[in-house]
């Protein structure tokens, strides 16, 4: 009798399901299976009785299946030919007969497809992880495709439901009459319904056979569900999406970005906490830092870190956070525009060409040669070397910001030589992210395609150098035709409001790094440029701008660095502290004395005292390097470990910048200068 179960049973999991897609079919697999397992002349004991009872009601479930499906056909040829039923009405009884066929159908087919997972799940090596892994992959895919299919047959009743609830709605409404009133709402009614699927856009249909579109199982957070104390039903909360939170088995968190009904107006509640949040947090921290004599902008990365991850973990809306942050930066470089004149630009451009470049080139070197002796692969050497030899441009602009830069007749200004530097670093960040495609490439990559991949490498240098020719002759042309009368016509506009003033240089800001985007430069090069060339229509224009923009600057710049300390992780810093401060000291010293190296050869003996403020200047790494690392390690090129290594890095090089700023400033600078200075 166990042989005699096993082939009953086997008898079904040996087709595949794609076999037994004929109803037929699959009554004739259970019959032959009833037949073979009663022709054994076997006693079936009560442990194997399951076998026979489970083939005769899945022989009967699927024989009535049969016969509801030919009175549904039969049901869809009577509504077709019923002359008393509008072509509306026809298409959607019609539509509701075709809903139940699929969902039998589908029932039927998850059956079969049970069974055949089942063959293989015994057919596979317990031992092979491989193999288990794919059968695995396998049901998880059929799995979403069956839920996407359910949750397709849902919205389908729901829409069904619906249509019946106003199928009654209209009998009611022609069995008595109408006010004027309920003729006009009746009328609005339909004119509504006509908006919504106007406006309505099937994205998830548009979407599902899209080369690269992957299925993904997902929770649904329904907060107001969840923190309502009225009784809502079950149909007013699937109504009323919210704002729910999707988290798909990865831990990543999504909310909505877009409703389907968009003629109701919704608001992110969670990104207006966060920013309420980070706004009263950032207060006593920053006077605690302006109180101990740090600057506070540390007082605003601390309230990020208490906020963030590694602290109460109460920002929920992270990304928006750090995007809304990002406009800080754009206004940060903008204003570093207004105070960079167009003369000290031609005074120092050889500069500020020379030294970025020789920094990197000379960092890469260092990098490679304790690659080498460590058995760092070389792609991940050159990465760590860029990341680290950028400094940070909103930083050093903190820095600068409103100080007095009277340069003596002959010298070139500190300021100058250190803005210049950071915006052609700027540029670099600019080309290295061109370049990270084929760096990832290039970890991977044969011997036989090393000159390729350098002759890429060159194309794309190229490219990048194209681009800069283009972005500076547009600003050549702006600077020649379009800004004196557009500021003209501004000022002219805005007598008595600053509102226009501050809609229009703003809409200039977005249009220059929108043009550096276009050309394949980085955004913070055009809001740097836009600056530049309002600075060019002389002292007082610059004046009554940055009285403007300064407080929508300082708001936004909040933002960003609170937005930096969401990155930082005390808790991993305290664990590595020997190794964190060796490293950074290390980065520190190395950028400082690199710095110090490059500028005694290229700046004139007149200038040569600057190199020190200069090399205190750049000796810390950029905040860019937050996200140059997330690319680099989603990409592969580096790891966890080495991800960590260079925020913790990068965040205590940031701390240490101002009293090495400040140090060099004491022993540089003229008393005059200094309290402006500092």
């Known amino acids: 009798m166990k042989a005699t179960g096993f082939i009953s049973f086997w008898t079904l999991v040996s087709l595949p399901c794609g076999q037994l897609a004929n109803p037929v079919e699959h009554e004739d697999v259970v019959k032959h299976a009833i037949k073979l397992h009663r022709g054994k002349g076997a006693v079936i004991t009560q442990k194997k009785q399951w076998v026979l009872e489970s083939c005769r009601k899945l022989s009967g479930l699927l024989r009535q299946k049969n016969v509801v499906l030919n009175k549904l056909k ?20 019609v539509h509701t007969f075709e809903i139940f066929q699929k969902e039998l159908n589908e029932s039927e087919n998850s059956v079969f497809q049970a069974i055949h997972g089942l063959q293989r799940a015994l057919q596979g090596d317990y031992k092979d992880v491989v193999n288990m892994k794919e059968s695995s992959r396998q049901r998880l895919e059929a799995l979403r495709e069956a839920a996407i299919k359910e949750e397709m047959e849902y919205v389908e009743l729901l829409a069904a439901e619906k249509h019946q609830v106003e199928a009654l709605k209209n009998m009611q409404h022609q069995n008595k009459s109408l006010s004027m009133l309920d003729e006009i709402l009746e009328d609005v009614r339909k004119a509504a319904d006509r908006l919504e699927e106007e406006i309505e856009e099937h994205a998830f249909d548009d979407n599902k056979s899209v080369r690269g579109v992957n299925f993904e199982a997902v929770l649904r957070v329904e907060e107001d569900e969840a923190n309502s104390k009225r009784n809502a039903s079950k149909r007013e909360v699937e109504d009323d999406l919210g704002l729910s939170m999707l988290i798909d088995s990865q831990n990543n968190q999504y909310i ?18 966060d920013i309420v949040t980070i706004g009263m947090l950032s207060l006593p921290c920053g006077w605690l830092c302006t109180t101990i004599g740090l600057p506070t902008m540390f007082g605003y990365i601390i309230c990020g870190v208490l906020l963030g991850p590694s602290g109460l973990n109460s920002i929920k809306s992270i990304v928006q956070v750090e995007t809304l942050g990002e406009f800080g930066v754009f206004f940060t470089l903008f204003l570093v525009g207004l105070e960079f004149s167009p003369e000290r630009l031609r005074k120092v451009w050889k500069i500020s060409l020379q030294g970025p470049c020789y920094m990197t080139v000379l960092m890469i070197a260092f990098g490679l040669l304790w690659g080498h002796l460590l058995q760092i692969r070389p792609t991940q050497s050159v990465f760590i070397s860029t990341c680290l030899s950028l400094s940070s441009t909103p930083l050093v602009s903190r820095f600068l910001a409103g100080s007095v830069r009277g340069d003596k007749e002959g010298d070139i200004d500190y300021s100058s030589v250190l803005l210049g530097m950071l915006v052609m670093q700027d540029v670099q960040l600019g080309l290295f992210i061109a370049v990270m495609p084929t760096l990832i490439q290039a970890g991977v990559s044969t011997y036989s395609s090393i000159f390729k991949e350098i002759l890429r490498i060159l194309i794309l240098i190229g490219q990048i150098l194209f681009s800069l020719a283009a972005v500076f002759l547009v600003c050549l042309v702006i600077k020649t035709y379009l800004i004196g009368p557009y500021y003209r016509k501004l000022h ?11 809609l229009g240089i703003t809409a200039f800001i977005f249009l220059m790094l929108t043009i550096t985007e276009l050309l394949d430069v980085s955004m913070e090069l055009g809001c740097f440029l836009a600056g530049a060339l309002i600075s060019s229509q002389g002292h007082m224009v610059t004046e009554e701008i940055m009285s403007c923009i300064e407080p929508i600057r300082d708001f936004l710049a909040i933002i960003f660095f609170a937005s930096i300390g969401l990155h930082v992780f005390p808790t991993f810093v305290i664990y590595e502290l020997t190794v964190l401060l060796f490293l950074t000291l ?30 205190a200047g750049l000796a810390q790494v950029s905040e860019f390097s937050f996200v140059l690392g997330s690319r680099a390690r989603r990409a592969g090129i580096i790891s966890r470990e080495v991800y960590l290594l260079i925020l913790s890095v990068t965040t205590l090089s940031l701390l240490l910048a101002p009293a090495l700023w400040r140090a060099a400033i004491m022993k540089c600078v003229p008393r005059p200068e200094r309290r402006s200075s500092t």
């Open 74 to 93: 039969n049901a869809i040829r009577a509504v077709e030919k019923d002359a008393g039923l509008s072509d509306e009405e026809k298409l959607f009884q």
């Open 256 to 273: 909505l970005t877009k409703p389907r009904d968009s003629t109701i107006p919704r608001a992110d509640h969670h990104f207006i906490k």
């Open 492 to 502: 002219a506009e805005s007598k008595g409001s600053k509102e226009i003033l501050i």
């Open 586 to 615: 290390s980065v520190v010293i190395m950028k400082f004395v690199l710095a110090v190296l490059v500028l005694s050869l290229i700046l004139p003996k007149t200038s040569q005292y600057i190199k020190w403020i200069v090399s």
